[in-house]
């Protein structure tokens, strides 16, 4: 046990920053304690894809992949328009490498090999990177919080489950200084440790939080749903009010365009035909299709207007079953609801939604023209089914009647306004002051996670990886 205090380091959360924190700490040495308001450990990072964004790797090299710390840093510091601060994100980019090998070390599978999509283990193409740096563990985000979890008990860490962290335990400032972190409140029993650290996840599930740090959120309307895990409270926030913590991440998150009335992660609600076409109010094609989602919701919104995903009846009827939302029969039923429209030939359809007929038919002559035989001139989606590993050509889009379904940012994934911190994960005052004996990390520790998402696999590995750096630092400023 710890000196003077229960425990040299609390963990709150039992997610990814929280189990990386708990370990790492561990590693050096110190007593920890972890706390966890559900009834089992894992978070967002257990409903994950697991997807990690990582440079300079083992995988990379062995599959032959060229990769540095310098060039993921200019690509993601490049894609967030220079609005985070250079230093924090360099040491992201320099940490999210040595991270993986270290959980790889730990036991996780990373196969190296290719992989098309977020389900298979190997090497995918996460985002709009020009190198490959999505790795995807076997049994995915479950994958990683069973290894972590292993790693847990391994050192003996408690994790007390069903236990909401209240508050902060602080020491009144010395003078200006910063107020001082010496243990928490949980259940109503204080506990005093040398060092905090806040991997609580984020504030998804909290509706006036979500209003007040993520508005863009709502302009999803009714279609908003949230598939991040139910303990995401945004209990950080409370915390960092107590100590006047700074706050970054302020207004974003990560939402995902789906059609408008899907209401489950694609896993549960299944894929929208390969064979379909986004146009905007003007009825003019503007994307690829399958454009990453570090892209797909900006394209969509930078229309200014509702944007339409058009398909045909032979998609339709080839949807595989299984599935909750994209099911042939559901979509048929939803025409009744009005959710999707169907016409008998285009200009029909374009009638029924409001866009210019004359437009629609071109864009689609031009899909079928272009697709079906395997290029795309205007959009490069035929780049981006190759990454996937679609070797067939798509077919056109020709079989009546016609269907057309509003496609829109609707599914909450994550938020990023998190407690700011520094290049040690420690959490900053509003003065820009360490507060001692705080760290914070994962969506809770803000920073790392910008406007735009670096991905997939941008927030996981900022979970891990600044988890694993707030333990590290945690455990070093008390001397072990
Ligand atoms: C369906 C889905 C798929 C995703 N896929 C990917 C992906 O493939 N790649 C990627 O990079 N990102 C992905 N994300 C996002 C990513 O998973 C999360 O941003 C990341 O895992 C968050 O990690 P965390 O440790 O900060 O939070 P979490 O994993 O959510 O952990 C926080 C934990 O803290 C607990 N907690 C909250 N408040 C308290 C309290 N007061 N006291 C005690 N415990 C508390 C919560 O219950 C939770 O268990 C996905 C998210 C979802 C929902």
Redesign the pocket.
Known sequence: MAGDTDYDAVV?????????AAVSAAERGASVIL????G??????????????AAATSVQKELGVEDTVDRFFQHYMDLNQWLLKPGLVRRFCELAGPTLEWMLDLGLEVPAQVSGN?HQPGLCRAGVEDVWRGH?PKD??YGLVQVLDRARRAHGIDAVLH????RLLVAEPQGSGPARVTGVV?DGVELTAGAVVV????L?QDPALVERWFPDALRAGESLFV???????G??LAYGEQVRAAVAGDGWG?MLPTAEFVRH?H?QAGFPPPSRVHVNGQGRRFMDEDANYAVSGGLIEAQGGPAWMVFDEAARTALPDGYADWDADRVLELVGTGQVTRADDLPGLAAAVGVPADHLVAAVERWNAQLPHGSDVDFQRDRTLAAKGVTTPLAPIAVPPFYATCVLPTEL??THAGLEIDTSAAVLDVAARPIPGLYA?????GGV?GNRYV??????????TM?RLAGQSAAAALGH
């Open positions: 709150i959360g039992g997610g990814g920053a929280g189990l990386a706390f966890e308001s559900e089992e450990l894992g978070g967002s990072t257990q409903l994950s894809a697991g997807l990690f964004t977020a995807v995915q985000g236990t909401r962290v209240e949980a991997a609580s996840g984020g998804a598939v991040a895990a139910e303990g995401s409270r209990d950080h990560l992660h896993w994934v994550c990390a994962g969506e809770a520790g996670l991905g997939g696999g941008n927030a996981v590995a900022n979970a891990l988890g």
